[in-house]
């Protein structure tokens, strides 16, 4: 069974700053999906980011933007430019190309100090 | 373009009373749909999934069951409410058929905050 583990319960970071929230997993299929989903305090789930892994490139979207390394199971978020706006549960999430379900980490919480 | 409904927002039950939240999708057809709850500050647990109508995959025994009744309607129920249920309930569906950047992303509800008192 596929695990997801991100080692940082809790992050801050000053606004303007940049911070990188980390995530591992585990699995043994070598074709899968990536994500990295916020939860403001409205506790809306919304996706950041997503990233396939027979894809080299890490994914960017705006301030976001992936350090994915497959051989090290490793798929950490980079905030750049941190706004107030980012203060969020922040959820990392693997999903099998041949499955149905979704793989949630415990989330980091990430605070965006003014 | 797809959106997904999901109702109650807020509810407050006392103990033994029955529950049912409801979600439903529009603009797809055949989508994956799920249930998920997430007790205050903490992470996701996935309750039950649906590739079909009719088809239904428990993954946490309790005090809760799921429906399926049509294509884009996922129900979430329980006969006899329990403090322990108390929580967020997020309903999500994906597609795998779904092309481009959609593609196998789940996608949420604004989720049900249910109460039991």
């Known amino acids: 069974a596929q695990t997801v583990t991100q080692s940082q319960p809790e992050m801050s970071v000053q606004e303007a700053e940049t911070v990188t929230l980390s995530c591992t997993y585990d699995?043994?299929?070598?074709?899968?999906?990536l994500f990295w989903y916020k939860q403001p305090p409205s506790r809306q789930m919304i996706l950041v980011i997503r990233?396939?892994?027979?894809?080299?490139q890490n994914a960017t979207e705006n301030r976001f933007s992936v350090n994915f390394q497959k051989a090290a199971k490793s798929f950490s978020l980079k905030i750049s430019d941190s706004q107030l706006g980012d203060t969020a549960m922040y959820f990392c999430a693997f999903m099998s190309n041949y499955g149905q379900n979704f793989v949630f980490g415990p989330g980091t919480r990430l605070s965006v100090l003014p | 373009s797809q959106t997904i409904h999901q109702w109650p927002a807020t509810l407050v039950q006392p103990v033994g009373s029955p529950l049912s939240l409801e979600c439903t999708v529009e603009g797809t057809s055949n989508p994956n749909l799920y249930w998920y709850r997430q007790a205050a500050g903490r992470g996701l647990q996935l309750l039950f999934y649906s590739v079909g109508i009719g088809q239904i995959s428990s993954e946490v025994p309790q005090n809760l069951s799921a429906s399926r009744p049509q294509d884009r309607q996922f129900i979430l129920s329980s006969k006899k409410l329990l403090l322990s249920d108390s929580g967020f309930y997020l309903c999500?569906?994906?597609?795998?058929?779904?092309?481009?950047?959609?593609?196998?992303?789940?996608?949420f509800g604004a989720g049900s905050r249910l109460t039991v008192l």
């Open positions: 999500a569906w994906n597609s795998l058929t779904q092309g481009g950047s959609g593609a196998n992303v789940l996608t």
């Open positions: 990233q396939e892994a027979y894809k080299q």
């Open positions: 699995t043994s299929e070598s074709n899968y999906y």
